[in-house]
């Protein structure tokens, strides 16, 4: 059974920086693509950013591109978000994500972690 365990969140001011980690077991890491979703009060689950099983692939939405960075380390079964330049509009839980198929590009996601939550301030 897959577990994704997020953790990093926190309040920050705008302007600052976090890294979200998200631990995982239960499957062979390094075979499955992961990724970062956020949803803000209110509104739908939106994508962050994925990274691809051995993490030569990336992708990230618009909105975040050049301001968060996704990496994963398969040695210590852990993807990460960096996160800089914050608004107040980042505000948000965020969770983890793993693909539900080995190997698989674009990833569809199948399991979830239960979240961290992002606040910033203004």
């Known amino acids: 059974q897959v577990q994704l365990v997020e953790s990093g969140g926190g309040l920050v001011q705008a302007g600052g920086s976090l890294r979200l980690s998200c631990a995982a077991s239960g499957r062979t890491f390094s075979n499955y693509a992961m990724g970062w979703f956020r949803q803000a009060p209110g509104k739908e689950r939106e994508f962050v950013a994925a990274?691809?099983?051995?993490?030569?692939?990336?992708y990230y939405a618009d909105s975040m591109k050049g301001r968060f960075t996704i990496s994963r380390d398969n040695a210590k079964n852990t993807v990460y978000l960096e996160m800089n330049s914050l608004k107040p509009e980042d505000t948000a839980i965020y969770y983890c994500?793993?693909?539900?198929?080995?190997?698989?590009?674009?990833?569809?996601?199948?399991?979830w972690g239960q979240g961290t939550q992002v606040t910033v301030s203004s």
């Open positions: 994500a793993q693909s539900r198929v080995r190997r698989d590009w674009p990833p569809d996601f199948g399991s």
């Open positions: 990274i691809s099983w051995s993490g030569s692939n990336t």
